[in-house]
């Protein structure tokens, strides 16, 4: 009886951890182009493309991230610059960005776009694809994301969700050569059949604003870009499990808890 127990057991944790690896490797980590996790203090890029930023006019990494550090950006003049490189350019026709977010507001709703917006992730100088927060300048649509592109058709697209309540909240934006889809906190916040390709040749990535406007206020944590387009389930294992973690660039929960139970096990 003790034998079919323990064999019961084994199976039953083998199980758990083939379920846990298999959406681990569900989002192929050849396709991260720019990965930011901001655990060394800095911008360095973790995806192997040696995609590193540099931190302009006082932005810092401070620890209080939603996964350890984050970058900080003071709503004035503070961002991140990533110089364009030929994998930031291979997000031409396929794509996705993610980031968690936890932004401050910034003062009452007026009508004077768009300034005062937080860019969470911005391919500048011509607004060639961008995840966007809108600030007070937007009137009643402060708070809500933005997505999109200058040569898109449509170019933008806004969903109905705000997220400048000093929370953690999650972002992403996917686009797959026909339809764009905003992500928030792991639920399609609107999508909209969409043509055309991201005019990114060449461009430089900004993270947390750009070198004349749309500073964020707030915390920004496990930026991304990917040279594909994720699926809703990719998009909620990287919510949930962690940037680095689903690309294996982090320690991976389900190998230590693999070991512990097998020798919890063998010792009953």
């Known amino acids: 009886m003790r034998k079919n127990w323990t064999m019961l057991l084994v199976l039953t944790v083998l199980g758990t951890v083939l379920i846990s690896f298999h959406s681990f490797a569900a989002v192929d980590s050849a396709t991260a182009v720019g990965v930011w996790l901001f655990d060394d203090g800095d911008v360095s890029d973790a995806s192997g493309n040696g995609n590193d930023g540099e931190l302009m006019n006082g932005a810092e990494v401070v620890n209080g991230g939603k996964w350890g550090m984050a970058l900080s950006l003071d709503g004035d003049d503070d961002y991140a610059n990533v110089a364009n490189s030929a994998s930031l350019d291979s997000t031409a026709e396929a794509y996705t960005g993610v980031a968690w977010v936890k932004l401050q507001r910034k003062g009452d709703p007026y009508s004077g776009c768009c300034a005062d917006d937080h860019m969470v992730i911005a391919f500048t100088t011509s607004w060639n694809n961008i995840l966007n927060v809108f600030g007070p300048g937007r009137n009643t649509n402060q708070g809500k994301v933005e997505v999109g592109s200058q040569e898109l058709n449509p170019r933008w697209l806004f969903g109905p969700t705000t997220v400048n309540d000093d929370q953690w909240h999650h972002l992403a934006f996917t686009y797959d050569g026909a339809k764009k ?81 097998w020798a919890n096990i063998k010792t009953q």
Do not use: W
């Open 181 to 261: 889809i905003l992500y928030i906190d792991g639920e399609v916040d609107i999508d909209q059949d969409t043509t055309g390709a991201f005019g990114v040749t060449g461009v430089d990535v900004h993270l947390g604003g750009t070198p004349t406007e749309r500073i964020a206020l707030g915390l920004m944590d496990e930026i991304g870009i990917f040279n594909v387009s994720l699926e809703q389930t990719d998009i909620q294992n990287i919510m949930n499990d962690g940037l680095g973690s689903v690309l294996g660039l982090t320690p991976v929960t389900p190998q230590g808890r693999l070991t512990t139970t």
